[in-house]
């Protein structure tokens, strides 16, 4: 059974830090890129970032830019999202998924496998 589990979400005051994990478990995952969703109440999921199977190439949307940073061990099957100068509109839940592909993709459709979501509230 495929599964993502995200952790180290939490509450944080604005400029703060966070790093999220996503370990992911029944299939080999370092062939899939990875991506960060968040959902924030009342709006759609939306595309935060993502990372190749090797970890050699990254994608951000631009209010990650310069703030998130994503990484993965592949021998631990884990995926990181660091989250640096966290801003009250970073408020969401967040979700990582898996995609039987080499290229990031920005549409959550595009993707196979996704995990129970992680909260993150950033208070100002």
């Known amino acids: 059974q495929v599964q993502l589990v995200e952790s180290g979400g939490g509450l944080v005051q604005a400029g703060g830090s966070l790093r999220l994990s996503c370990a992911a478990s029944?299939?080999?995952?370092?062939?899939?890129?990875m991506g960060w969703f968040r959902q924030a109440p009342g709006k759609e999921r939306e595309f935060v970032g993502g990372?190749?199977?090797?970890?050699?190439?990254?994608r951000y949307t631009d209010s990650a830019k310069g703030r998130f940073t994503i990484s993965r061990d592949n021998a631990k099957n884990t995926v990181y999202l660091q989250m640096n100068n966290l801003k009250p509109e970073d408020t969401a839940v967040y979700y990582c998924?898996?995609?039987?592909?080499?290229?990031?993709?920005?549409?959550?459709?595009?993707?196979?496998?996704w995990g129970q979501g992680t909260q993150v509230t950033v208070s100002s």
């Open positions: 998924a898996a995609r039987s592909g080499t290229y990031i993709r920005t549409l959550a459709k595009e993707y196979d496998f």
């Open positions: 029944g299939r080999t995952f370092s062939s899939d890129a």
């Open positions: 990372i190749i199977g090797s970890g050699r190439s990254t």
